[in-house]
């Protein structure tokens, strides 16, 4: 029975970590903003099942929670606030060529990986976990200074990228007008 759940926890590794590894992809290669954010979200969520899977579950809830349910619903918010409009024409940006590139390359690193640890017997090799007091402990002595910068510079783009699309509107009725 063991067995079976350990081939059962591996199986569903490898699908969420394609799934993350899909999405950061078409994060990559898709031109359309809410679809690059959708495709940033189902990211989000795999990599929240990763974190489940290897036993980190309060991380994995504040992945899901917090990362998912609160920052991309307000990146969302902001694509729709400014109205970006799905250009007609390619579907995918320039950077498909270079997104494809780096995707071989990171398989081979991947897979290099992999052939290098199931090479090598490693007895007891991942069997670390994390508790909630362990984490509370590092985030708030070591790390609680990034989580507010990171804080402020989301809304600092926001307020840029509103700017830019004032800046953007008042060209084109001036184009209009004269």
Known sequence: MNTLLQHLDTLLLWLFGAGALA??????????PMRVALALISTMVFLGGIYGLLGVHFIAAFQVLIYVGAVMVFM???????????SEGRPYSTLLLPGLAGFVLLVGAIGISLW????????????VSYGISEFSVSFLNEYWLHFELTSVLLVAAVVAAVAVIRVGRRAEEAKRRG
């Open 116 to 127: 290098r640890s199931l090479s090598t017997h490693h007895d007891n090799a991942g069997n």
């Open 76 to 86: 969302v918010y902001v694509i729709m606030l400014l109205e970006v409009r799905e």
């Open 23 to 32: 999405g950061a992809c078409l994060m990559i290669v898709l031109r359309q």
